[in-house]
T-cell receptor
Framework: GDSVTQMEGPVTLSEEAFLTINCTYT??????LFWYVQYPGEGLQLLLK?????DKGSNKGFEATYRKETTSFHLEKGSVQVSDSAVYFC????????????FGQGTRLTINP | DVKVTQSSRYLVKRTGEKVFLECVQD?????MFWYRQDPGLGLRLIYF???????EKGDIPEGYSVSREKKERFSLILESASTNQTSMYLC????????????FGDGTRLSIL
């Protein structure tokens, strides 16, 4: 079945560092890919999405490109801030009934000032 | 903006009690979901519903049931709460259209004593 594998955390960076969180997937067909972010004590919020190969999703300085040839959707940001500290989830959707999502296990990111 | 509202942010119950977690969405979404989130395990799907009175088991349905009497409301029921059901519970909803993201509530942190 479909699956998502995320880079294991936790990840700790200094402010203004470059961020990459790896995400690879296994799926049949043409899924959509999503990154969600969960700030402390809150639910998940959609960060960005891409619906077809070579699409780039972007939001709040974060970017991810849907790479079908490498089955990847890595999350990047050029200069992280303390406020980016959160848990990040990669997810795959659109391949299953009722629009179910398949989630990675999440990556906890901590940014130190 | 889509609003998914979970009735409680924090809840403390005792072993053996019947527990109800309520979720309401305001966007006329067909599909609704209940997840639990535990450290190191990511999000696991408990149940989902694709229409009023329709429900399907997710990956970990044991010990839970659900009710969807109205389109906007999806309830999760712990028939006889146990300590291993202490967790963060997240509700989500999504339209039936393809390539759309799920929208999440803020979560209910449930403790079973």
């Amino acid at each position: 079945g479909d699956s998502v594998t995320q880079m294991e955390g936790p990840v700790t960076l200094s402010e203004e560092a470059f961020l990459t969180i790896n995400c690879t997937y296994t799926a049949t067909g043409y899924p959509s890919l999503f990154w969600y972010v969960q700030y402390p004590g809150e639910g998940l919020q959609l960060l960005l999405k891409a619906t077809k190969a070579d699409d780039k999703g972007s939001n709040k300085g974060f970017e991810a490109t849907y790479r079908k040839e490498t089955t990847s959707f890595h999350l990047e940001k050029g200069s992280v801030q303390v406020s980016d500290s959160a848990v990040y989830f990669c997810a795959l959707g659109g391949n299953q009934g009722a629009q179910k999502l398949v989630f990675g296990q999440g990556t906890r990111l901590t940014i130190n000032p | 903006d889509v609003k998914v509202t979970q009735s409680s942010r924090y809840l403390v119950k005792r072993t053996g009690e019947k527990v109800f977690l309520e979720c309401v969405q305001d966007m006329d979404h067909e599909n609704m979901f209940w997840y639990r989130q535990d450290p190191g395990l990511g999000l696991r799907l408990i149940y989902f519903s694709y229409d009023v009175k329709m429900k399907e088991k997710g990956d970990i349905p044991e010990g839970y049931s659900v009710s969807r009497e109205k389109k906007e409301r999806f309830s999760l029921i712990l028939e006889s709460a146990s300590t291993n059901q202490t967790s963060m519970y997240l509700c989500a909803s999504i339209t039936g259209a393809r390539n759309q993201p799920q929208h999440f509530g803020d979560g209910t942190r449930l403790s079973i004593l």
